[in-house]
């Protein structure tokens, strides 16, 4: 195990609704990043957060929208649910900024939006 | 723009055989590289990475080879085994640093 956890691990919204998805750090590290990884695809990143602060975004729209906590813990928001957001979203993390890379997956949460 | 491709989708080998996994990318400015592999119902797990200054890297039972000048990664397994049967994915660095881009995964299925 990476010690990165994820909440919930299984989530069903009806379009058009809003979700949170919770994401807690390995412990140590201050970079969190967030991807959407849709069946049978690989991860697609959607952003990063480095000490409570976005410091990188993928082309996701605004309605992704996140948090980083003083703990280093992390937060996925997306409002008005559409039918292509179901997907597996994936969180990583890794210590510093721009120094190592090797960063470590949570296990995930599945979002499905019927 | 930026693309990681595999040039297989699935690959099956014997127990016991080598793997070789490829992987296409098209960012000739990218500088670094990583292969994760991906379990069923699991995050992707770190494998092996490399920089672009160097052409080959190895680890325990892995080593990945890349060849700038045709832009090509390959991830070499040794001896396969059964707890080696999941998806690869390789992942190239954006050009800002900030994260990675993956490319769509091979399957590797290891037959007894």
């Known amino acids: ?114 | 723009g930026e693309s990681v491709g595999l040039h297989l989708p699935t690959l099956s080998v014997q127990e016991g055989d080598n793997s070789i996994i490829n992987c296409a990318y098209s960012n000739s400015a990218s500088d670094y590289f990583i292969w994760y592999k991906q379990e069923s119902g699991k995050g992707p797990q770190f494998i092996i990475d490399i920089r672009s200054n160097m052409d080959k890297r190895q680890g325990q039972r892995v080593t990945v080879l890349l060849n700038k000048t045709v832009k090509h990664l390959s991830l070499q397994i040794a001896a396969t085994q059964p707890g080696d049967s999941a998806v690869y994915f390789c992942a190239e660095r954006d050009n800002y640093g900030q994260n990675f881009v993956f490319g769509p995964g091979t399957r590797l299925s290891v037959l007894p």
Request: hydrophobic share 25%; net charge neutral.
């Open chain 1, 1 to 114: 195990e990476t010690g990165v956890t994820q909440s919930p691990t299984h989530l069903i919204k009806t379009r058009g609704q809003q979700v949170t998805l919770r994401c807690s750090s390995q412990s140590g590290h201050n970079t969190v990043s967030w991807y959407q990884q849709a069946l049978g695809q690989g991860p697609q990143f959607i952003f990063q957060y480095y000490r409570e602060e976005e410091n990188g975004r993928g082309n996701f729209p605004p309605r992704f929208s996140g948090l980083q906590f003083p703990n280093y813990s992390s937060e996925l928001n997306v409002n008005a649910l559409e039918l292509d957001d179901s997907a597996l979203y994936l969180c990583a993390s890794r210590q510093g900024n721009r120094g190592s890379y090797e960063q470590y997956f949570g296990p995930g949460t599945r979002l499905t939006v019927t």
